[in-house]
């Protein structure tokens, strides 16, 4: 099978994949390429199987499709049936085989920055692919309540969660993490956040998904109320990287994530945007 790899998304303007994936090649030796794929849903399917014919070995898959790629696999793994979402396909001559490694990078993050969910009050923003790793994650952690927020939380039902509207939230005390797993404030939409400055102020932590740019509005309020705040760059590599530890099939020591999350910060150290040029 040919040596190249891929990210799936509607848009990829933000991208960082492409860097971030040459660079794991890079230090485990591997030669191979990496390319971004814009994918109107219509299409999702042919995209996968035109992958798949091309020899593909390995696609990421990201916004909005982390859920409705599933039913285009011939498998998925343990984990990824449990979240309910795939961001990793593996390809293979008979077999599409679809995994998650969001759930690994969003708890090494929390791990890297000290963060404890255990007996803490936890508020997710957003009910896509992303928010049910997360989800997974911090329920396996002992997490005491998780709530969901959704534009449309008439049209969901959960047997472990409690979903709630945006306007709902208002009314709620506070609490301890509030995690963004929405696309809203992602490049180019700089200008926008998914709450305000009311709703983040009543939490100790707040938790950012989007990694470009590097400090959201939704993270640059937490600042600026004094919240312990973490963006989503370093979910980003340690997904990347756990990725690629399917697709190659060998462990790739921790270090080889803190040493691209490092390179990546001295690199862009002023990133606010990342032009196109560079994604």
């Known amino acids: 099978m040919s040596n190249f790899y891929g990210l799936i998304g509607k848009r990829l303007i933000h991208s960082f994949s492409g860097v971030i994936h040459h660079l794991i090649l890079k230090k485990i030796g591997k030669n191979g390429e990496y390319n971004l794929f814009e994918v109107e849903e219509k299409n999702l399917n042919r995209s996968v199987e035109a992958l798949k014919i091309l020899g593909c070995r390995g696609a990421n898959v990201t916004i909005p499709y982390k859920v409705g790629i599933i039913k285009y696999m011939d498998e998925i793994s343990e984990e990824a049936e449990n979240i309910g979402a795939v961001n990793t396909i593996e390809f293979t001559r008979n077999k599409l085989t679809g995994y998650n490694t969001d759930y690994y990078g969003f708890g090494l993050t929390l791990k890297r ?15 896509g692919g992303a928010s049910k790793a997360v989800a997974s994650y911090i329920l396996d952690k002992g997490a005491k ?4 927020v959704s534009r449309n939380p008439h049209k969901l039902c959960s047997d472990k969660f409690k979903i709630i509207s945006y306007e709902e939230l208002h009314k709620i005390k506070g609490g ?11 490049y180019p939409n700089v200008d926008n956040c998914p709450v305000d400055e009311g709703i983040i102020s009543k939490f100790n932590t707040a938790v950012d998904l989007i990694y470009n740019p590097q400090n959201t509005l939704f ?3 937490g600042n600026k109320l004094g919240l312990n705040t973490v963006n989503g760059l370093y ?6 990287v756990a990725s690629q530890e399917i697709w190659q099939k060998r462990k790739i020591p921790l270090k080889i994530v803190d040493e691209i999350y490092d390179e990546l910060l001295n690199t862009y150290k002023n990133f606010n945007l990342m032009h196109e040029d560079i994604v």
């Open 235 to 240: 979910m980003l590599v340690a997904q990347a």
């Open 113 to 127: 920055y000290d963060i404890d969910v255990l007996n803490k009050d936890v508020i997710l923003l957003g009910t």
């Open 219 to 221: 993270l640059k309020l």
């Open 145 to 148: 309540s998780i709530i969901y």
């Open 176 to 186: 301890d993490i509030i995690i963004n797993c929405t696309p809203c404030g992602m």
